[in-house]
């Protein structure tokens, strides 16, 4: 096969997955039908399986390009800031303002309610998603802990799964009300939150002395 076959089949796959992506993450893996992934894509049927098996493994494909999409979003920027605890001020504000260019919120929270019951494939993703997400946060937290920015006495695991748990909570709120009150109260108490129990406080200078 030529050099210029395989681009352009790599490029039609890509261009299948990122329009599958925007499909599933709205409308689900049951309610994202294959007539609209032709529509959006343009080709027929028979275009779309020549680069896929099934309907599930597109789906997989769709939400791995979703979840990588948003995690470089949320985690933008976060290896300029030199504090731990700044960084997951940063992570916050990432999630809370920073909009990733697969339309329909949150990948993670949405595969995590629509597969729930079903596609066990599409679960474990989710999961494993989850779980690597936690751990970058954790290991930011344990970073700080060494440094001596953070205080020792706080688990990192614990404070990952506080900071995730709020933020996708206040996202499920907000879209349901149409409103961004919920995300932004999120964001202010995860910050004082940060501040007053997880930020080792600097001692200032009267009481040095």
């Known amino acids: 096969m030529e050099v210029g076959a395989v681009s352009k089949g790599k490029e039609t796959r890509e261009r299948i997955v990122a329009e599958a992506a ?20 343009g080709l027929e049927k028979g275009g779309i399986y020549r680069h896929f ?14 979840w990588q999409e948003t995690a470089e979003t949320r985690m933008h920027a976060l290896d300029q800031v030199p504090n731990s605890v700044d960084q997951l001020i940063k992570f916050v504000d990432n999630f809370v303002r ?12 949405n595969t995590a309610i629509d597969a729930d019951d079903g596609n066990l494939v599409l679960r474990e993703r989710a999961l494993k998603s989850l779980r690597t997400w936690r751990d970058r946060l954790a290991a930011i937290i ?14 990192p695991t614990n404070v990952a799964n506080l900071i ?15 409103n961004r009150d919920a995300v932004l ?24 002395r």
């Not at 098996?53 to 979703?66: G, V």
């Not at 920073?98 to 929270?109: I, M, Q, S």
């Not at 748990?165 to 149409?178: A, D, I, N, Y």
């Not at 995860?190 to 129990?197: A, D, H, V």
């Open 164 to 178: 995730i748990s709020v933020l996708e909570g206040s996202l499920m709120v907000s879209r349901l009300e149409r």
């Open 142 to 155: 344990s970073d700080g802990a060494r440094r001596k920015e953070i205080k020792r006495s706080v688990s």
């Open 53 to 66: 098996s099934s309907k599930a493994e597109l789906a997989a494909a769709a939400f791995d390009y979703a």
């Open 98 to 109: 920073r909009r990733t260019a697969v339309p329909g919120g949150c990948p993670l929270l």
């Open 22 to 41: 925007a499909l599933f993450n709205q409308r689900g893996f049951e309610g994202g039908s294959m007539s609209e992934l032709m529509k959006a894509t």
């Open 185 to 208: 109260n999120a964001q202010r108490f995860l910050e004082q939150y940060l501040e007053n129990e997880v930020r080792i406080a600097k001692k200032s200078s009267s009481s040095a």
